[in-house]
């Protein structure tokens, strides 16, 4: 069995839930605009994956570093670093991890356990070498290094084989046609609520949701780019001063005039679609940079 079929193996465990269900409720319950901020809601992008190259990086470094003994005091100060950041990192992969699927979540355990071993074989490594025991310092500062490319390796699993932080909407997108779709007359479209429309892809449909208000027309994939829920079952409300398309899954928020995420866990925007009028009905077809 490969690698990644046995981390497929491992994703398949049931028996994880009820042993990880209370971390997850826990992080959960942090405030709404907490959680946004360690999403990356603000940024318009994932921010666990920007915050674990620092200890990443740090500890790399550090192990190269201290295989020169001239340069083994500069490795110290990388691995304090590393230990540092470790923390903000850890608790942006929690805030995600727990809004993903259950496979997701049961890879993801198993990340932050390798994850949480690593840290403490560095900060073992801190006391050892300010003890003046370099020797043990070194060897806890390697086998943590060893761990966390473990880890490190399932954390792309789940980025790139499990989609967790990809934006689904993206792919949804790409399979659309670029020609103009109609979506039928202005008139049928109901006022303020989002409504279900297809456009035409290489293989199938598209779901689209519609969104009009009065004259305007707002058209967004229907896969809501967190973990594909349909929008057009969702609502419009105002959320942060911004009238927002919220999904029915996750609660994410984004602005109807520019698909920016306003409220998490989605921080990838909704991919929104060009609109124009012509004889009373609407039409829409794929942003410029998808054609």
Not at 140 to 165: C, E, K, R, V
Not at 207 to 226: Q, T
Not at 238 to 259: I, K, N, Q, Y
Request: hydrophobic share 45%; charged share 20%; proline share 6%.
């Amino acid at each position: 069995m490969s690698l990644m079929g046995f981390l497929d193996r491992i994703a398949d465990v049931s028996a994880f839930d009820k042993a990880i269900e209370p971390a997850r409720r826990a992080v959960q319950g942090l405030p709404s605009g907490v959680k946004d901020a360690l999403h990356g809601t603000w940024l318009g992008h994932a921010l666990h994956p920007v915050l674990v190259q620092v200890p990443v990086g740090s500890w790399v470094s550090a192990g190269l570093l201290d295989a020169v003994p001239p340069l083994r005091p500069a490795a110290t100060v990388l691995i304090g670093t590393g230990v540092a950041a470790a923390v903000p990192a850890a608790l942006s992969g929690a805030a995600d991890w727990s809004e993903q699927g259950a496979g997701v979540r049961r890879l993801g355990a198993v990340h932050a356990v390798m994850n949480s071993a690593a840290l403490g074989l560095y900060v073992g490594s801190l006391v050892a070498r300010a003890k003046g025991r370099g020797t043990l310092g070194r060897v806890l500062a390697y086998s943590g290094l060893g761990i966390a490319g473990g880890s490190a390796a399932i954390g792309g699993h789940m980025s790139y084989a499990q989609s967790s932080g990809a934006s689904h909407a993206a792919t949804a997108v790409r399979a659309l046609s670029s020609d103009w779709i109609d979506l039928g007359p202005l008139d049928d479209l109901p006022e303020g609520r989002p409504t279900l429309r297809t456009g035409k892809g290489s293989s199938m449909a598209v779901p689209l949701a519609v969104v009009r208000r009065g004259a305007r027309v707002d058209v967004f994939v229907g896969a809501c780019s967190h973990l594909s829920g349909p929008l057009d079952e969702g609502v419009v409300e105002t959320v942060r001063g911004s009238e927002c398309l919220v999904c029915p899954w996750h609660g994410s928020a984004f602005d109807l005039g520019s698909g920016q995420p306003r409220r998490g866990p989605a921080a990838n925007p909704q991919e929104k679609l060009e609109v124009r009028m012509e004889a009373g009905r609407v039409k829409a077809r794929v942003p410029s940079r998808h054609r």
